[in-house]
């Protein structure tokens, strides 16, 4: 399996990242980013072991969520070929704030 990221992950892995860097400065933005990517990459080896979102999941995607930190989790979902990075959510929002990002993938 290869990632594949979203124009949505993109834009929120940046939203998330901005965040760190206006409130806790560059060494810690740089930590959370190493974090972030090296817990995406174990995906490759280990697709399917986070828990499937019912509440945003159909018939098509079967979405999932990585726990990065208490405050940082990941949404992706897997087809045959790629793990799906959807978006980096920010957990302190409201699952609801993103169903309509998902909604236009």
Not at 41 to 51: G, I, Q
Not at 64 to 82: A, F, Q
Not at 84 to 102: A, E, K, M, P, V
Request: charged residues 25%; proline residues 3%.
């Amino acid at each position: 399996m290869k990632i594949r990221w979203s124009k949505h992950a993109f834009e929120s892995l940046n939203d998330v990242l901005e965040y760190s860097l206006e409130s806790f400065g560059y060494i810690q933005q740089l930590a959370i980013e190493e974090i972030i990517v090296s817990t995406i990459e174990k995906l490759v080896s280990f697709p399917y072991m986070c828990p499937i979102i019912p509440e945003i999941s159909d018939s098509f995607k079967q979405y999932r969520k990585l726990v990065v930190t208490r405050e940082i989790s990941v949404i992706y979902w897997c087809d045959e070929e790629h793990v799906n990075i959807s978006f980096i959510w920010d957990t302190r929002r409201s699952l609801h704030q993103i169903f309509y990002i998902l909604g236009s993938e």
